[in-house]
């Protein structure tokens, strides 16, 4: 539904301007007044700087108030993140090894000693691994996002209320995963499709796999923007 377009066709059909005051907005049908996240326009700021990351959202929109809440989702992905602290976190379809250190023998093995000092040229035609906890050899970094909404197990709650994702130009996207790239953002708008007050249950999870862009597959691709 084009909010904008059915206040226009209520003014048309009743005529006055309708109401300005914020409490009134949804029952006036006035949302064209909405200020603050009420509008895409002016949309609650999120940034997020690390991966990976779950973002939950639980709160109420309705009655007495605007249907819509919007929020702008920025990715700020920084090189120096807390991406490879998770080892089951796949990049490139590959599991990152996760190291601690042990000293001694445990179960008659001998830990193990890395000296990345001395690893520099090539040993027996094997060149040395390169070590690194940061993002910096992306050269074009693509993030998955998945939108979930988990609802509150009343159905005759949930089927009123709908979340969806809205990319950077303000169009809305047909899918829950999406894959952006690290410095980009998109939006995500909570309605009401009813006269009540609505509670919500929403998750995205962000970055639970990311990779370069040219290594996309097919599908992969035509969830990216």
Avoid: C
């Avoid at 709160?59 to 120096?80: C, H, M, P």
């Avoid at 169009?171 to 999406?178: G, L, S």
Wanted: proline share 3%; no cysteine.
């Amino acid at each position: 539904m084009d909010v904008t377009t059915e206040v226009n066709k209520s003014l048309i059909t009743m005529g006055g301007s309708g109401t300005t005051y914020a409490p009134y907005l949804a029952s006036a049908k006035t949302l064209n007044y909405a200020a603050d996240k009420s509008s895409i326009n002016n949309a609650a700021l999120e940034t997020i700087t690390a991966i990976p990351f779950t973002v939950k959202y639980s709160d109420t929109v309705g009655l007495f108030g605007a249907e819509n809440v919007f929020i702008k989702l920025q990715l700020n992905i920084q090189s120096s993140s807390s991406a490879f602290a998770n080892s089951t976190i796949p990049e490139n379809d590959y599991i990152s090894v996760w190291t601690s250190v042990e000293d001694g023998t445990i179960n008659s093995y001998d830990s193990g000693i890395f000296d990345f000092s001395t690893i520099e040229s090539i040993v027996n035609t094997y060149e040395p691994s390169e070590i690194s906890n940061d993002l910096s050899q992306f050269r074009n970094l693509y993030v998955r996002l998945d939108l979930k909404n988990l609802k509150t197990g009343n159905k005759y709650i949930d089927s009123w209320f709908d979340v969806r994702i809205y990319t950077r130009d303000k169009k809305e996207y047909p899918y829950d995963t999406i894959y952006i790239s690290g410095n980009d953002y998109i939006f995500l708008g909570f309605h009401a499709r009813n006269t009540k007050r609505l509670p919500y249950n929403v998750e995205m999870d962000i970055g639970y796999e990311y990779l370069e862009y040219d290594n996309l597959s097919s599908t992969q691709r035509n969830q990216s923007v």
